[in-house]
């Protein structure tokens, strides 16, 4: 088991990455997985005993969040709607259009897409995982999406964040 865990904030608009169709701030980690089903050197990103592991754990299990090969999960602390993106070796991406992979990534944790939802927390998160020997192995590309500030108090942008990948489950 392998944990790589980013912090960072998202740029403010004109920043950075002005590529997604609303001109959304966006965040990018390019990673290499050389054998996700081997567990020899997952990842290229540094590794990381951060203590933010317990809160994103409890975040995880509280939204019945699965993991397996590889799980990619984003964390951050206010009501914005921040989308995590994979984009895997196939060269497909997975995020909250498309959920599911033909390699069997799955998006199964999208929160604050809409106000006052069951799915909308000051203390929220998403996952994207790979089941148990279907991970593909090659180069990962990781995107956070700084989607919508839906304008509630506490919710300055930037909005820094949290991204942890995990493998073999």
């Known amino acids: 088991l392998s944990y790589y865990s980013i912090v960072n904030d998202l740029p403010r608009d ?16 390019g990673l290499c997985a050389s054998s996700a089903q081997s567990g020899s050197g997952c990842f290229g990103a540094h590794k990381n005993a951060n ?15 699965k993991t397996g ?10 009501y914005n709607d921040l989308d995590l993106h994979v984009i895997y070796p196939k060269g497909e991406e997975i995020y909250y ?8 990534g799955l998006l199964d ?3 604050n897409v809409y106000y006052k939802t069951a799915h909308y927390s000051n203390a929220p ?6 089941d148990f020997g279907s991970a593909p ?7 956070v999406v700084h989607y919508l ?9 930037p909005t820094p964040f949290t991204v942890r990948v995990r493998c073999n489950g």
């Not at 203590?51 to 969040?65: C, I, K």
């Not at 998160?125 to 790979?130: A, G, H, P, R, S």
Request: glycine share 8%; charged share 30%; hydrophobic share 30%.
């Open 14 to 29: 004109g920043d950075q990455y002005k590529d997604w169709e609303l001109a959304k701030w966006a965040w990018k980690l």
């Open 51 to 65: 203590p933010e592991n317990e809160e994103l754990n409890r975040r995880l299990q509280r939204e019945g969040a």
């Open 69 to 78: 090969d590889l799980q990619f999960s984003l964390m951050w602390n206010n």
């Open 97 to 104: 259009r498309y959920r599911y992979s033909s390699t069997g």
């Open 109 to 111: 944790v999208d929160m």
């Open 125 to 130: 998160v998403e996952n994207i995982f790979w």
């Open 137 to 143: 192995a090659g180069h990962y590309i990781v995107e």
């Open 149 to 157: 500030n839906h304008g509630q108090e506490g919710c300055k942008d």
